[in-house]
């Protein structure tokens, strides 16, 4: 500081001073400036985060990703909630429980006699969890069974669902209408959400559930929706016989609209589906039910092959689906020879697992997908995670690009830090974590945590998917994270 007062000090005094009034005798050589007073102009991580005026608090670290040196932090062994950056650590569970090049397989398989087109037994659709089975995949295996001469199924329709625990919700404290909160089980379809659209026709709504893709839309009747005159709450839901049944306030529709709702019964949505396709070539079945496995005997007719899971983990990275990483999570925590009962269990299986491989002292999770608050990690440990994966390593590769902005909000053409990372956003919580890479070509890891807890705490049901100033604390975070990176790049790169 004293220098830098110095240097003020001059510079005001030169400027109070007369002009000079004739030239001078030797040259005016400029004073070099003290080494590193650039970098002492930069605003200080705690002078940023008091100017982002957020609330709760703020915990950063950062550190050299070749050597874990820690270079600057903030609050660093405060526990926060890191929303969708829990995702970086279970897709770092996954890839070392099941290994990159892992794939889920969904059968079609046969227990009894085939001959002549005819199964006299049992047809067996059969899940392994696969996050992205959809109905055109269903569909291509309905169609295949035609095409392998199948014409007669004497027995049932009998659908295993047991690779995985079911699970009801994800988080019981999210609204219930949100399709980013669905079930869990071993048979996934569409992410485990139904399509609600509706149009108003005469004064009256004409409602529609059905399980699209992109080239089919089948109805169903697992899941169902009834108009009602009332202003809130927005949407009920209750369980009827096995069947979801929704409710809708009239006045919050409007004209026409759509919107995807999650599905609480997913093996028995996979198998209405399946039987409509099903029957649309062909084959009808004496009665459907759900069951754990099939026997060991069954023979294998159709078999739908995932993409490895080194590219599901890219899109769970990139697009934050939930499902897909409470899916990976629960089959890496079997791979390590538990059989979890929920998905705290498993999340703490996951946090058991972050300490001992990936050097974090404290981490505990509730889930692997980050929508429970309650989960909780100190920004120390997720750098420590980070440098344990490698600036080069795999987690990196899968991380998507976070462009940084200028204070217009348009991509820089010349950033001081290319940066990928995780985002995480709950309300009244942002998180960022990743790698960012100097025009030096130093690597560093990061992680920012920004949480206002009571706040959100206090949000009531009606407010939790859309809560007032929201928005606003998302944006300011999310600008202070960039103010960081952009500090850092300019003291540390």
């Not at 992205?132 to 295949?144: R, V």
């Amino acid at each position: 500081m004293q220098s830098r007062r110095a240097f003020l000090t001059g510079v005001a005094g030169f400027a109070a001073a007369p002009a000079l009034g004739a030239a001078p005798t030797t040259s005016l050589v400029p004073v070099a400036r003290p080494e590193g007073l650039f970098r002492r102009a930069v605003p200080s991580g705690a002078t940023l985060i008091e100017q982002a005026r957020l609330g709760g608090r703020v915990g950063y670290a950062v550190a050299d990703a070749a050597t874990g040196r820690m270079l600057e932090v903030v609050n660093p062994l405060v526990a926060m909630p890191p929303a969708s950056v829990a995702k970086a650590v279970t897709c770092a569970y996954a890839l070392d429980r099941l290994g990159p090049g892992y794939r889920f397989r969904t059968r079609i398989v046969a227990d009894g006699t085939l001959a002549d087109g005819r199964l006299d037994g049992d047809l067996w659709l059969v899940g392994s969890g696969d996050p992205l089975l959809d109905t055109d995949t269903l569909a291509a295996m309905a169609s295949e069974l035609r095409t392998l001469g199948l014409r007669e199924v004497r027995g049932r329709l009998m659908l295993a669902e047991g690779a995985l625990p079911q699970v009801f919700q994800i988080d019981p404290d999210q609204p219930e209408h949100v399709g980013y909160n669905p079930a869990i089980s071993g048979l996934n379809l569409n992410f485990n959400r139904v399509h609600f659209e509706w149009a108003r026709q005469a004064g009256e709504y004409r409602v529609t559930m059905d399980a699209r893709s992109e080239s089919i839309r089948p109805q169903v009747q697992i899941a169902r929706m009834r108009v009602e005159d009332r202003a809130a709450p927005l949407y009920t839901y209750a369980q009827v016989e096995g069947r979801d049944h929704w409710t809708v306030a009239r006045g919050a529709l409007g004209n026409e609209g759509a919107r995807w709702l999650p599905v609480r019964r997913p093996g028995a949505y996979v198998a209405e589906v399946f039987e409509t396709l099903a029957r649309t070539n062909g084959l009808t079945f004496r009665e459907v039910e759900l069951a754990d496995a099939p026997p060991q005997s069954a023979t294998v007719l159709v078999e739908h092959v995932s993409e490895p899971l080194e590219e599901i983990l890219r899109g769970m990275m990139r697009w934050s689906t939930n499902l897909t990483a409470e899916v990976v999570g629960l089959l890496a925590t079997q791979a390590g020879g538990t059989r979890p009962a929920d998905l705290r269990a498993s999340a703490s299986a996951m946090s058991d697992w972050m300490r001992d491989r990936l050097g974090a002292r404290q981490a505990d999770f509730v889930d692997h997908s980050g929508l429970g608050d309650q989960s909780r990690i100190r920004a120390q440990d997720m750098v420590a995670a980070l440098v344990a994966a490698g600036p080069n390593g795999l987690l990196r590769r899968l991380m998507r690009d976070i462009p940084l902005l200028d204070a217009q909000g348009n991509r820089r053409a010349n950033p001081p830090a290319e940066v990928v990372a995780k985002t995480g956003t709950l309300n009244f919580v942002s998180s960022l974590a990743g790698y960012a890479r100097t025009r030096t070509g130093r690597d560093m890891a990061f992680a920012i945590f920004c949480g206002d807890v009571d706040r959100r705490a206090a949000l009531s049901v009606e407010e939790r998917e859309n809560p007032p100033g929201g928005r606003d604390y998302s944006g300011r975070a999310r600008r202070l994270q960039q103010q960081l990176i952009d500090r850092w790049a300019t003291v540390h790169g």
